[in-house]
C-alpha cells in the first residue's frame, strides 16, 4: 500500500472514531459535519468524499458493526436452526455459547465503548432514520436467545418471561461498557484489561447458570 492509500485510510478512520463519540454524545441531529471534520482533524471535504454526506457516515457506522458482530456469532447463530434436534444439555450450551461470543464482540478492540451508546440511543429512539435496519439486524440476535431459552423451558419465544430475561442478560453485558465512567476510574485504569474482560464474561456466565437453575432444571455443567 503505497503512503497516499495509507494517508487515505487513516483520514477515513479518524472520521469515523470521531463521529462515533459525537454521535454517541450528542445525538445525530446535534452533531454537524464541521464538528465531525474538526474532531477527526481532517478536511471538510472528506465526508462527501467517502460516505456522500452525514446521513452516510452514521449508516455505515451502524451497519459495519453490526455486520462485523453477526458475522462474529455466524456459527453459533447458524445452530440456532438445529434445535429441534438437539437435547436440553446442548441448548443450555448454545445458548452459554452465544452470549459469552456476544461478551466477547463487545469487549473487542473493534468496538469502542461509545458504539455502544449509540446502539441504547438506536434502541430508545424510535424515530431515528436508522432504527428500522437497526432493529431488524439486532433482533438476529435477540430472537436466536429467545428462540434457544423458549425451547429449553418449553415456552413460546413470544412468552413475556422469555423476552424479559434475554432482555436482562444482555442488559447485564452491555452495563459494563455503560458504567465506564464509574467503573474504570475505581479500577485506576483507562480501558478493560483482557484479564478484565475474562471476568466480566465467567460473571456473566454464572448470571445465566443461576437465572436457568432458578427455573428448577437441574444444576448447569461447567462451560469449558
Excluded at 33 to 53: K, M, W
Aim: charged content about 25%.
Amino acid at each position: 500500500m503505497n503512503s497516499e492509500k495509507k494517508k487515505q485510510n487513516l483520514s477515513k478512520k479518524k472520521l469515523i472514531n470521531s463521529a462515533i463519540v459525537l454521535f454517541a454524545s450528542k445525538g445525530f441531529e446535534s452533531t454537524s459535519t464541521r464538528e465531525i471534520c474538526n474532531h477527526a482533524g481532517v478536511n471538510l471535504s472528506l465526508i462527501p468524499y467517502y460516505f456522500a454526506n452525514k446521513e452516510g457516515l452514521y449508516l455505515s457506522i451502524i451497519e459495519s458493526i453490526i455486520n462485523y458482530g453477526l458475522t462474529f456469532l455466524q456459527g453459533e447463530l447458524a445452530e440456532v436452526e438445529n434445535i429441534p434436534n438437539m437435547n436440553t444439555e446442548e441448548k443450555i450450551s448454545l445458548y452459554r455459547r452465544l452470549l459469552a461470543k456476544y461478551t466477547d464482540f463487545l469487549y473487542s478492540e473493534n468496538v469502542p465503548s461509545s458504539f455502544v451508546i449509540l446502539m441504547i440511543k438506536e434502541q430508545t429512539n424510535s424515530h431515528s432514520k436508522f432504527s428500522e435496519m437497526y432493529a431488524k439486524k439486532i433482533n438476529i440476535l435477540y430472537k436466536s436467545l429467545r428462540k434457544i431459552l423458549a425451547s429449553i423451558l418449553g415456552k413460546s419465544e413470544n412468552d413475556k418471561a422469555i423476552i424479559i430475561e434475554v432482555s436482562s442478560i444482555i442488559g447485564q453485558i452491555l452495563s459494563f461498557k455503560i458504567m465506564n465512567r464509574a467503573t474504570l476510574p475505581a479500577l485506576n485504569q483507562d480501558l478493560y484489561t483482557k484479564e478484565d474482560n475474562k471476568k466480566i464474561k465467567n460473571i456473566i456466565l454464572s448470571h445465566i447458570d443461576t437465572s436457568i437453575e432458578k427455573l428448577n432444571l437441574t444444576k448447569i455443567p461447567a462451560m469449558a
